[in-house]
């Protein structure tokens, strides 16, 4: 926690720097855009220019560089104020994470001295005991192993290294002195004993605190620490973008007013409006009337015309929507498109375990069936409502099942009737142990296809897809490209948004069975026909919204 706080410090702080200097950029640049306008301006009428319309319209070119240059001003000042609240949250993050350091440290150091208090202790409990065992011992006629023992974790640090009867501890003692020792240790050791439990009484209640109490109370301190730290880094972020976006909005409405009637002409307008043959016609006769002389003016075969030069025309280069039916990959070989794996079953398998399994984001089959019928079925009607052959159909699983990287649907017989690929890709959906949109977000997608208000509904029904686990994400977001393809020719195929909707609804989007056993509607009638409706509106609304869902 103390590493992960130091890394949002160190953002933070590298984030507020980068603040600072933008802000200093954009005030130079500020500046020196107003003095430079300045500049010209007050210059333009010393110097032999032009005027008439060119020097009214340069002047309002002028004008709006220094409104550009306000604009920027007060964006800088922003960005200052930002790097300022950055700056202070840095400043109390670090604060408070010293403070959980050091006293987690505190805590730390006398836990770690209690236990070090303890361990001391019964090292002294060790001694008293190995010092009345050899009382006992003495007491028992056994001098010799009462002066060569050696008890416990006591033994590397003291032992008598002769007997009693060399001049032992015990040597010469009678009877009562001997009791009187045995005595005295004995007390000793119970002092030793007492002192040792109210160590460790002392040291388990400190852990106890210390765990319990002190530690979470500390790490959560540095959670709250990251999490604000985090949290008003990223709000300055959406500050900063929001500020940056109306920097370049009023940017744009100073170049061009949004508003015909504005006070102030856009560089656009400025420079359209001027009337360089009116300006030329002007200056001439003011030139006459100033030299008193007439002057004729050569002959010209055409002027400029006037309406040419006070307009701008525009032309776009991009291109609409293409009319072929077939995708970019029409010229690509079959055999590129299809992956290389080794032969697994993938009907009746579970959609993670395939797409683990083969190493895969999307399910190859679902590629190669959108593939074939794009390049050559998208324009047959009826296509995906029209089923192929049964056993044709089982005939094709079975290929894809036994090796599914060696299935080349533009070579395979399948292709003669495309019906057969769009029913066989049906059946590999149909056939999933749990649909696509998952049993436990069936409520809510039921829930967001009801509403009446079609944005709403977008909205709710973008939501319940963006919870999808990533493998059926990735498959929903590649079939819905698929078929929005595939409506794109509705003129020809006759299968609109609302027909694929029908197809695909009940299969995709599936109640779980025992609700679908279980539950009886108001009509009587099974839930399963009951939100039929809905699993189809479901449907159609990410399809219609297929770009706004998945692309934009």
């Not at 007492?194 to 979470?216: G, I, K």
Request: net charge negative; proline share 3%; glycine share 6%.
């Amino acid at each position: 926690m103390l590493e992960r706080s130091k890394q949002s410090i160190e953002s933070a702080r590298d984030a507020a720097a980068f603040f600072k200097k933008r802000a200093a950029i954009e005030e130079e640049y500020a500046h020196a855009v107003r003095k430079l306008a300045k500049q010209h301006g007050s210059q333009y009428s010393m110097h032999e220019a032009r005027a008439g319309s060119y020097g009214e319209n340069w002047k309002n070119i002028l004008s709006a560089q220094e409104n550009l240059s306000e604009n920027h001003f007060r964006f800088a000042t922003k960005l200052t104020q930002i790097s300022d609240d950055i700056a202070v949250n840095v400043r109390d993050a670090e604060r408070s994470r010293r403070s959980s350091r050091e006293m987690g440290q505190r805590f730390e150091k006398g836990l770690v001295d209690a236990e070090s208090n303890t361990e001391r202790a019964r090292l002294r409990f060790d001694l008293a005991a190995e010092d009345l065992e050899r009382v006992h011992l003495v007491k028992q006629g056994d001098t010799t192993r009462a002066a060569d023992m050696s008890i416990g974790h006591a033994a590397s640090k003291r032992t008598l290294g002769m007997s009693f009867s060399k001049g032992g501890l015990f040597k010469s003692k009678n009877p009562q002195q001997i009791l009187r020792h045995e005595e005295e240790f004995t007390m000793k050791k119970k002092s030793a004993h007492e002192v040792l439990r109210s160590e460790a009484d002392a040291a388990q209640m400190l852990r106890q605190e210390y765990f319990h109490q002190h530690l979470p109370q500390i790490i959560r301190a540095l959670k709250d620490t990251i999490s604000e730290l985090d949290t008003g880094l990223q709000f300055q972020l959406v500050r900063f973008a929001f500020l940056f976006e109306s920097i370049i909005l009023g940017d744009g409405i100073i170049i061009n007013p949004l508003n015909e009637n504005a006070s102030t002409k856009g560089l656009r307008d400025a420079a359209a409006d001027i009337n360089n043959v009116s300006d030329f016609k002007d200056f001439i006769q003011s030139y006459e009337l100033a030299q008193g002389q007439e002057y004729k003016s050569p002959s010209r075969l055409n002027p400029y015309d006037e309406s040419t030069l006070s307009s701008l025309f525009y032309q776009t280069m991009l291109s609409g929507p293409s009319s072929q039916t077939a995708r970019a990959v029409a010229n690509t070989p079959a055999d590129a498109l299809v992956p290389h794996n080794t032969a697994r079953p993938i009907f009746g398998e579970d959609l993670v375990k395939q797409l683990m399994r083969d190493g895969v984001d999307v399910p190859p089959i679902l590629e190669i069936c959108a593939d074939a019928i794009e390049r050559v079925g998208i324009q047959n009607t009826g296509i995906y409502r029209l089923s192929g052959t049964t056993s044709r159909v089982q005939n094709l699983k079975a290929k894809f099942d036994a090796d599914w990287s060696a299935v080349n649907l533009m070579s395979d017989e399948a292709l003669s009737d495309i019906n057969i690929v769009a029913g066989c890709l049906k059946l590999w959906f149909r056939e999933l142990p749990e649909p696509l949109l998952t049993y436990d977000l069936y409520p809510a997608f039921i829930e967001a296809a009801k509403i009446e208000n079609e944005y709403l509904r977008q909205i709710r029904l973008h939501e319940q897809v963006n919870e999808l686990p990533d493998a059926n994400y990735a498959t929903l977001r590649f079939l819905m490209g698929h078929l929005d393809r595939v409506r794109a020719c509705e003129g020809v195929n006759q299968m609109s948004a609302h027909n694929l909707a029908i197809v695909f609804g009940p299969t995709l989007l599936s109640a779980p069975p025992d609700q679908i056993q279980s539950d009886v509607g108001k009509n009587g009638g099974p839930v399963q026909l009951q939100d039929m409706n809905y699993q189809c509106m479901a449907i159609e609304t990410i399809l219609t919204k297929y770009r706004d869902i998945f692309v934009d």
